[in-house]
């Protein structure tokens, strides 16, 4: 990355702050939003609102002409990716699994994220820590969802998780996807088509689960609100500029490092702010899940750095 090219070091910061800290929140958002707003239509109509945003914004603002057929296609595939099945599902997971205990499956993303990053970006073979960090970092949530009453905690529901794992692997097929693609010409505006497209995809499906007639405005609570509100703006206008900014700034390997950080704040908000169980089965899959995770990103990182 040649000089003019390099981001100032205030835009970084602000970057990871917001896909290390506010996105780490966003799980626990998640759950009081859908506490009286169904998930898909909750989903589909945050991401909606926030691209629109951001779309008008980069138009009329920034001056940026309306993008081109293929745009739209190319925004769409990542849409689909990143916001219709991996945050989409997720948002239906948390129905069944706690806030905090989403976060450590969906970290697994760490864990895919090197494995396509090897399969399908040529990068250097995974040596013996990083098969060891995989078998660790699955092991881990394996432990989430193996049944029995042990270590103070019932396990997660298998539904939930397996859900959940899918989604983490969908996003990272997303993540590699944009990298290949390589820069889009206007950032933001790019970023924007791919939720406006994947808020109208979700919310189709909100309409054909039954979710739109099920649903009355009159019944949705200030919490749900409130959490709605800051989900749109914090999680998806926000936290996903700059997470997909980050991915034409940053290497994956950096990128995994989200998973360290997003987990341990989603759980610290779900125990202190929604009483979920903090069992010592929790802890010790969550220590599993993060070593493994550690241990895979710092062996890449020395091998590319």
Known sequence: MTAPERPSTLRLVLAWAAVYLIWGSTYLGIRFAIESIPPFLMAGSRHFLAGLLLYLWSRLRQGVPAPAWGDWVRAAGLGVLML??????TTWAEQLVPSGLTALIVCTSALWLVLLDWLWRGAARPGGRTVAGLVAGFGGVALLVVPGNFAGGDHVDLVGAVVLTGAALSWSVGSIYAIKLGRPKHATLFVSQQMIVAGCILVAVA????????????????????????LAVFGSLISYSAYFWLIRHTTPDRLATISYVNPLVAVILGWGLADEALSARTLVAGAVILLAVGLITTTRVRRTG
């Open 84 to 89: 219709v099945t991996a945050n989409g599902a």
């Open 207 to 230: 309409g054909m689960s039954g979710e739109l007639n099920a649903f009355s405005l009159a019944s949705v609570t200030t919490t749900s609100a409130t959490a709605y509100l800051y």
